[in-house]
């Protein structure tokens, strides 16, 4: 006898990891991004993590971009970083995940909380250029 298969709804979840294939060709695959051209993510969305207003400003950065220099780790970069704003709320959640799992970054941060849809919802309606997610970016403390 065959046993009905339970049907899970794969096709309405979004896929981080398949999303983070739009990402890969700057920040790559090992998300070890290219010295002074693209920053690395592995790592790095942990010290973004960790600052107050941090996971706020990982949903800006994908809904607008981002432009303006910043210094990761020690190195300069002064690029432009486009906006995923054509993703759905779910896809941005999804993809931003992936980045704070697939390197262990969300280890690294106390009382990780996967981000929500709902969260990047919140956000959407605010409409910030790149250059004043930078200047959100410099509120966090980060250089
Ligand atoms: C065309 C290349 C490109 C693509 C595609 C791209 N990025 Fe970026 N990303 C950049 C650049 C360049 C910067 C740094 C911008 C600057 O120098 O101001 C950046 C910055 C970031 C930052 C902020 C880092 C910090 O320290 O503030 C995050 C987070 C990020 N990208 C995540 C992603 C994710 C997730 C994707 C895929 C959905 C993605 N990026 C796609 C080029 C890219």
Not at 7 to 23: E, F, R
Not at 35 to 44: C, K, N, Q, T
Not at 106 to 129: I, M, N, Q, S, Y
Request: with cysteine; charged share 25%.
């Amino acid at each position: 006898m065959h046993k009905p298969l339970h049907i899970i709804p794969y096709t309405t979840q979004a896929d981080g990891a398949k999303l983070y294939a739009q990402c890969a060709g700057c920040h790559q695959a090992n998300g070890q991004g290219i010295p002074r051209a693209f920053p690395p993510l592995a790592g790095h969305v942990a010290e973004i993590l960790s600052k107050q207003g941090g996971r706020e400003y990982l949903i800006k950065v994908l809904l607008w971009g981002l432009q303006g220099q910043i210094e990761v780790k020690g190195m300069k970069y002064n690029g432009f970083m486009p906006s995923f704003s054509q993703l759905k709320d779910e896809e941005i959640a999804a993809v931003l995940n992936h980045i704070a799992t697939a390197w262990g970054d969300d280890k690294k941060v106390k009382g990780f909380k996967p981000f929500t849809a709902a969260e990047v919802k919140a956000l959407r309606e605010k409409k910030l250029t790149p250059q004043q997610v930078l200047e959100e970016r410099k509120k966090l403390g980060l250089k």
